[in-house]
Nanobody, 114 residues
Framework: QVQFVESGGGLVQSGGSLRLSCAAS????????MSWYRQAPGKERELVASISSTGGTTSYADSGKGRFTISRDNTKNTVYLQMNSLKPEDTAVYYCRRPAGGSWGQGTQVTVSS
């Protein structure tokens, strides 16, 4: 069963940093692109960042370019999202998932206060 368990969210002041983690299981992690998504209250879920199976290629939504860094550790079946210079508009529930499919995890709440 494909599963994703996100952690690392919390409450942080504007300008602060957080590092999110996502543990994946139920599939051969090192074979798949992984992505982070987020959903703010009243808004649709949106793609934040993606990373290739080897970690050699990354891509970001404009909202996170220059502030967010996605990485992965294929020995630990884990993908990370380092978020710096956080803004109140980054407040959302953050999820990870492989674009190839799988159930959504519970997500991790990120709240940025002004």
């Amino acid at each position: 069963q494909v599963q994703f368990v996100e952690s690392g969210g919390g409450l942080v002041q504007s300008g602060g940093s957080l590092r999110l983690s996502c543990a994946a299981s139920g599939f051969t992690f090192s074979n798949y692109v992984m992505s982070w998504y987020r959903q703010a209250p009243g808004k649709e879920r949106e793609l934040v960042a993606s990373i290739s199976s080897t970690g050699g290629t990354t891509s970001y939504a404009d909202s996170g370019k220059g502030r967010f860094t996605i990485s992965r550790d294929n020995t630990k079946n884990t993908v990370y999202l380092q978020m710096n210079s956080l803004k109140p508009e980054d407040t959302a529930v953050y999820y990870c998932r492989r674009p190839a499919g799988g159930s959504w995890g519970q997500g991790t709440q990120v709240t940025v206060s002004s």
